[in-house]
């Protein structure tokens, strides 16, 4: 296993978010305290918190991603005996209420982010998953699922500067 580039490659890929979720929120939760401490003065005691709305984006943003995967993997869960909200409501339904979580986070995000990039990208998302929800498959197929999350990863990895350079998530 330890001789494994894949297992290198997932590692890798898993510590680095996890470490920065895990140490970054918790020196946002700290800022103040930390200011005080010069042994933990990081950079993360200059930028600025972020407000309510961006909270709520974030945390709809993770119930909208749990609700993506769950679409993907219908068939597998129900074959497992799992529950899950969209084992629960059926997949149509569980695509519209995608397409509402996301047309909730366009609107936090055009009334109090800086410039309208992320709503505009949320606004786009919602546009495809609705048309997905009228016209798309009932299941994904394997070659979707793969094609997909490589394209949000190198997404995510391409725009991580941007966001953080030019605060799109602050007021």
């Not at 974030?58 to 084992?87: E, W």
């Not at 609705?130 to 699922?145: N, Q, S, V």
Request: aromatic share 18%; glycine share 8%; proline share 5%.
């Amino acid at each position: 296993m330890f001789g494994s580039l894949p297992f290198w490659i997932g590692a890798i890929y898993v510590c680095f978010p996890l470490g920065l979720l895990l140490y970054g929120w918790n020196d946002l939760g700290d800022v103040d305290t930390d200011r005080q401490n010069p042994r933990k003065d990081s950079w993360l005691c200059k930028v600025p918190q972020l407000n309510g709305p961006a909270m709520v984006f974030c945390a709809m943003f993770a119930m909208q991603s749990h609700l993506f995967g769950q679409l993907m993997d219908y068939d597998q869960d129900r074959q497992a005996g799992r529950r899950s909200t969209v084992l629960c409501i059926g997949v149509l339904p569980g695509k519209f209420l995608l397409v509402a979580i996301m047309l909730a986070e366009t609107w936090i995000a055009w009334n109090w982010f800086q410039g309208q990039t992320a709503a505009w990208v949320m606004l786009a998302g919602s546009v495809f998953f609705l048309g997905d929800a009228i016209a798309g498959p009932a299941r994904y197929p394997d070659w979707f699922f793969r094609a997909f999350f490589l394209a949000w990863n190198v997404a995510v990895l391409a725009t991580m500067h941007f966001v953080w350079r030019y605060g799109v998530f602050l007021a």
